[in-house]
DNA sequence: TAGGCCATCTGGTCCT
DNA sequence: AGGACCAGATGGCCTA
């Protein structure tokens, strides 16, 4: 709310147009050169921004203007009461000049410090379970399925608890919404295991959601008191990287084998993860490497777990393996670069704790 | 239409 | 002084 009253003849519209801030809504996008999609359809929302700010009238300059009023009206010979404290500079236009230069600026570095954040939890959905283009996570489902995803890992390396169990799906699953919870569990449970996914089989029935294992109860993670966003549709990207702990030896359906509801693939899988930091494969791979390293129908996980040292379970858990350390296979994902050293993976969790890092 | 999620703007605070 | 970070406010989009 407007901490300070305008001055007499202060109006929203004739300080935004004194300020020069609707020719600044041109200026802070060409600012940044090409203007995004988004930014250009919440024109009116950015606007609507700075009518907020406006009214709100917090920044100094606002209460400079009216400063400047003021003293017009007691020169004009009409009795404002006399405002205490120092008295601030006057608003001239090279001061307003300045100042709009700082903010178009400071928003600037806002909005790409926002879109690295946004970045960052991209990377960070890559390397979760499940990860779909188009059906992304939330930003707040991505942190909690993190979390879960590195305590669950933790789990496996100190308990030696397999990834199939349904431990290990519960732990993914701690507190998040029922939607992402089917999710995650209809990811983990692709290859044969006992778990069932109760609204994935709603949607693409049981050839994805009871594939290759026996019918079990259905699975439901009932996240009390948290929201339920719409993810519903499954791009069974991780779940065979979680396979992976079991071996190359399935057989998989693909993940267009949903045969309705579900998105067709659209873009690189969940990248492995390295321990070594060399990364092959990159997020953004050419058409040609994509087509190489993240073929769907073929199931891309497949052929990580052929080729990258997934680890093999055991009845115990995590069988051993070059070089020396199952943890160590277990780490051996590929990851872009960015990923590796932009936000926390997995890998590092395996190779922090077999102090390799 | 309500609710969830998101992008953006903004002012404040802290740090260099 | 300027930048990074943060939280609040706002409006758009989407879905149930």
Same mark, same amino acid.
């Given at each position: 709310m407007m901490t300070k009253p305008? $001055?007499?003849?202060? !109006?929203?519209?004739?300080?935004?147009?004194s300020l020069g801030w609707l020719e600044e809504e041109e200026d802070g996008s060409s600012q940044d050169g090409e203007q995004s999609p988004e930014m250009r359809g919440r024109h009116g929302s950015t606007l609507g921004g700075r009518l907020?700010?406006?009214?709100? @009238?917090?920044?100094? !300059?606002? +209460?400079? +203007?009216e400063d400047e009023e003021e003293e017009e009206m007691g020169a004009s010979g009409e009795h404002a009461p006399k405002r205490r404290g120092p008295k601030k500079k006057k608003m001239t236009k090279a001061r307003q000049e300045r100042f709009r230069a700082r903010r178009v600026k400071a928003n600037a570095r806002e909005r790409s410090r926002m879109h690295g954040l946004n970045d960052a939890l991209d990377n960070l959905r890559r390397v979760m379970p499940c990860y779909s283009k188009t059906q992304k996570l939330s930003k707040i489902e991505t942190l909690?399925?993190?979390? =879960?995803?590195?305590?669950?890992?933790?789990?496996?390396?100190?308990?030696? %608890?397999?990834?199939?169990?349904? $431990?290990?799906? +519960?732990?993914?699953?701690?507190?998040?919404? %029922? /939607?992402?919870? =089917?999710?995650?569990?209809?990811?983990? %449970?692709?290859? *044969?295991? /006992?778990?069932? @996914?109760?609204? @994935?089989?709603?949607?693409?029935g049981p050839g994805l959601a009871g594939a290759g294992g026996p019918a079990g109860q259905p699975l439901s993670y009932p996240s009390p008191g948290l929201p339920s966003p719409p993810y519903g549709s499954l791009e069974a990207s991780h779940l065979l990287q979680m396979k992976g702990f079991k071996g190359p030896a399935y057989d998989h359906p693909s993940p267009n084998e949903c045969s309705s509801g579900t998105p067709p693939y659209d873009g690189p899988l969940t990248p492995p993860l390295s321990i070594s930091g060399n990364f092959?494969?990159?997020?953004?791979?050419? /058409?040609?490497?994509?087509?190489? =390293?993240?073929? *769907?129908?073929?199931?891309?996980?497949?052929?990580?777990?052929?080729?990258?040292?997934? *680890?093999? *379970?055991?009845?115990?858990?995590?069988? $051993?393996g070059p070089p020396g350390h199952p943890?160590? %296979?277990?780490?051996?994902?590929? @990851?872009?670069? !960015?990923?590796?050293?932009?936000s926390f993976t997995p890998s590092h969790l395996v190779a922090s704790q077999m102090g390799t890092i």
């Open positions: 305008f $001055g007499k003849s202060a !109006d929203v519209s004739e300080l935004v147009s907020h700010a406006c009214t709100e @009238l917090g920044s100094e !300059d606002m +209460e400079e +203007e909690r399925l993190a979390r =879960n995803y590195i305590w669950a890992l933790s789990e496996v390396l100190e308990s030696g %608890q397999s990834p199939e169990s349904h $431990g290990f799906v +519960e732990m993914l699953c701690k507190g998040l919404s %029922q /939607p992402t919870s =089917n999710l995650v569990a209809g990811c983990l %449970q692709l290859g *044969p295991g /006992p778990v069932m @996914l109760s609204k @994935l089989e709603d949607k693409c092959a494969l990159k997020q953004e791979a050419s /058409p040609h490497e994509s087509e190489r =390293n993240f073929t *769907p129908h073929s199931g891309h996980h497949a052929h990580y777990l052929s080729s990258h040292h997934y *680890p093999t *379970p055991t009845a115990g858990g995590l069988a $051993g943890l160590f %296979q277990a780490s051996r994902y590929e @990851l872009p670069l !960015d990923v590796a050293f932009d």
